[in-house]
Each structure stands twice: as structure tokens, then as C-alpha cells.
């Protein structure tokens, strides 16, 4: 059972850009802060972003900071990462997740528990 749905991913050359999506029927996304997660074959999970229902503030993680941005669009229940100047080391699966109560300030230490999406590659390669 898909909670959210990602949707955007595909190859890519080193320097191009994507835009990833993230959605649901089920709920309000308005009301959530949302994350986003990447996960590489023998990597560990890594937090990219977030950006919070509250305040709209957001997150990013160092290694991406300056080239992607996360924001929403509340008339489709769309959450954004638009992904810029993308690298080799970009390549993952990414996932978009939300609950109730996560503070986008710790997102790795306490990630959501409850919404996740089934993921959507990204492949950065020339």
C-alpha cells in the first residue's frame, strides 16, 4: 500500500537537472512537513531535505545545499525537490516521507514513521 507517491525520476548527464514530485490522495500535505530521503545500493539512508507545513522553512543537507530546492505547490498537494548541477554521487533512490510530528530540523536522527512513498530512481551518469 503507497501512502505517497514520487514520481519524476529518470537519467540524467552530470550537470543536468530533475525535477521530482511528491503526492497523495489520502490527505492534506499542506498540514505536514515533508522529507525527502536517498538510499544507494550499500549506503546508508541518507536525509536531503525538508520543508516544514509551519513556517515553510527548509532543510538541506550539506552535500546537496546550492543545488536543490524544495518547495510545494498547495493547489495540486505537490511537494517538490528540484535537483540542479547533479553529480555521479547523486544517484539513488529517492523517497518523499511525512507524519504528524517529526521535527524537519532531526530528520535522520528521527525520520517520519508513518507516510513513505515507494521511491523513484535517479541515475547521474555520462
Known amino acids: 500500500q503507497v501512502q505517497l507517491e514520487e514520481s519524476g525520476g529518470g537519467l540524467v548527464q552530470p550537470g543536468g537537472s530533475l525535477r521530482l514530485s511528491c503526492t497523495t490522495p489520502?490527505?492534506?500535505?499542506?498540514?505536514?512537513?515533508v522529507a525527502w530521503f536517498r538510499q544507494a545500493p550499500g549506503k546508508e539512508r541518507e536525509g536531503v531535505s525538508c520543508i516544514s507545513h509551519r513556517d515553510g522553512g527548509t532543510y538541506y543537507a550539506d552535500s546537496v545545499k546550492g543545488r536543490f530546492t524544495v518547495s510545494r505547490d498547495n493547489a495540486k498537494n505537490t511537494v517538490y525537490l528540484q535537483m540542479n548541477s547533479l553529480k555521479p554521487e547523486d544517484t539513488a533512490v529517492y523517497y518523499c516521507a511525512t507524519d504528524f510530528f517529526f521535527d524537519c530540523g532531526n530528520i535522520d536522527a528521527s525520520p517520519p514513521r508513518d507516510y513513505w512513498g515507494q521511491g523513484t530512481q535517479v541515475t547521474v551518469s555520462s
Open positions: 489520502e490527505f492534506t500535505l499542506d498540514l505536514y512537513n
